[in-house]
């Protein structure tokens, strides 16, 4: 208490304390500074796609309460154990924006992968053109998987081998027109897709070579022009591969009806897994023998499995299932040396005889030279 005048006058209360310490403040800076980097980088876009393992589905169990693999016109088996294929998610491009938050979390998640996205699609390619690609891909890989499980019990599968597509100023796009069906190739009777490839490598890029063809039912013959591609995935070393620019595609005439529904999901990286699954259904016993098998890998109808896109998301995608091996195409070596998720266990694969004798035997508990990347 003071005085004033004698007069004792009461002091007036201290003010609360409200100082804040500098761990404190600086906490707070921070925080605020955390929040508004994230909203501006949820505002801003990139031009980046992200790659994201998403489903694990098996090709024996069932979609929606239906089969998965149906084939009607065939005696059919029981099966067991499972032939997952998985699938991926993509963000970016024209289907959908990429923040750049999302770009920063997709950075630092191993699972994920992020690539410009002028690497990943053609420019002034539509969403929609995108889908009706994916979803011709997915019919395609599905009929593929039919004809080389039907081939491996001897049911024979008459092929065509059809121009599917000619690239812009490919070096054959002033010669070869979409549905031209490839009868031969200097000579050599054409009965896969893979027979135009093989053929092609005994020229030179830049040499014209003898084409014999089918259009509009009129055979013509055709000098084809050549140019150089890129060197064989599996041989890096080796020199430039010759090509035409065209796609090519089979047409087949199933002698049995073998539908496949895997819902919405769209490509041809199921290829292999559906064959297998195919093969399974329409052959005495069981062919995983109980145990959980995932793959990818296009199937090609000779048999032939090729490299897909999203292997390290479809080997995360495995490993969170507990699978008990993982077939992975040789072309994907690569992209898996140095880069299995925990315990995974990556076979690698290069054809479907090659994939069914490795599941067969595995299966049967027997002692499997597996191959490795």
Not at 34 to 63: F, M, Q, S
Not at 299 to 327: C, N, P, W
Request: with cysteine; hydrophobic share 40%; glycine share 10%.
């Amino acid at each position: 208490m003071n005085y004033y005048g004698g007069q004792p006058v009461e002091r007036p209360p201290h003010p609360p304390h409200t100082r804040i310490g500098w761990a404190t403040g600086l906490g707070l800076a921070l925080a605020v500074l955390t929040v508004a980097a994230v909203a501006v980088l949820n505002l801003v876009t990139v031009d980046k796609v992200i790659y994201r393992p998403a489903g694990v589905h098996d090709t024996l169990g069932e979609l929606n309460g239906d089969p998965i693999v149906h084939v009607e016109g065939l005696e059919t088996y029981e099966t067991s154990g499972s032939l997952d294929f998985l699938t991926i998610l993509i963000d970016g491009g024209p289907r959908s924006e990429v923040t750049g938050w999302d770009w920063l979390l997709a950075e630092l998640n191993p699972a994920t992968d992020v690539y410009d996205a002028d690497l990943i699609y053609p420019p002034d390619v539509t969403a929609q053109e995108i889908q009706e690609q994916n979803v011709e891909l997915m019919s395609q890989s599905q009929l593929g998987a039919a004809v080389v499980a039907l081939r491996a019990i001897g049911i024979e599968v008459p092929e065509e081998v059809k121009v599917a597509q000619v690239i812009k100023d490919a070096p054959a796009a002033d010669t070869l027109e979409v549905n031209d069906q490839i009868v031969s190739v200097d000579g050599t009777e054409i009965t896969s897709p893979e027979d135009v490839r093989v053929r092609l490598q005994d020229y030179e890029p830049g040499e014209a070579v003898p084409f014999t063809i089918l259009r509009d039912g009129e055979e013509l013959e055709l000098d084809v022009p050549t140019g150089e591609g890129d060197p064989d995935p599996l041989d890096p070393d080796a020199p430039p591969r010759t090509v035409i620019g065209v796609y090519l595609a089979s047409d087949f005439e199933l002698p049995y009806e073998v539908t496949i529904d895997a819902g919405n999901v769209g490509g041809p990286s199921a290829g292999m897994m559906f064959s297998l699954a195919i093969y399974d259904k329409i052959t005495p016993g069981q062919l995983t023998g109980g145990l959980d098998f995932a793959g990818t890998g296009t199937i090609s109808s000779d048999g032939t499995v090729g490299g897909i896109g999203g292997i390290r998301q479809k080997m995360h995608a495995a490993e969170d299932a507990g699978v008990d091996y993982f077939l992975a195409p040789a072309e994907n070596c690569d992209e898996v040396s140095g880069r299995v998720p925990g315990d995974l266990d990556v076979v690698k694969i290069e054809t479907f005889s090659q994939a069914r004798d490795i599941v067969e035997g595995l299966g049967k508990g027997e002692d499997v030279a597996l191959p490795r990347c």
